[in-house]
């Protein structure tokens, strides 16, 4: 946002540069954590249905015996 004369009339100023943006920082942080466990949790998946056959035999079960057409 540009400053303007019509911004200060209303109160509106541009924040400074040496405030620290702590909104963003929770933001990005959360954000990080997310792509974080979505990155890991095929990695784990595909490593425990690999060592388990159970695992593996569990999984297959959950899928539909035929494909679902739309």
Known sequence: MLFTARNSIYGIRKLPEK???YSAERITSYLN???K???EKP???K???SESKSA???YIAML???PEHY
């Open 56 to 58: 593996l035999e569990n």
């Open 37 to 39: 466990i979505v990155k």
């Open 33 to 35: 954590l997310v792509d």
């Open 43 to 45: 990695k784990n998946f």
């Open 64 to 66: 539909p015996n035929t």
């Open 47 to 49: 490593t425990e249905l």
């Open 19 to 21: 405030i620290h943006d």
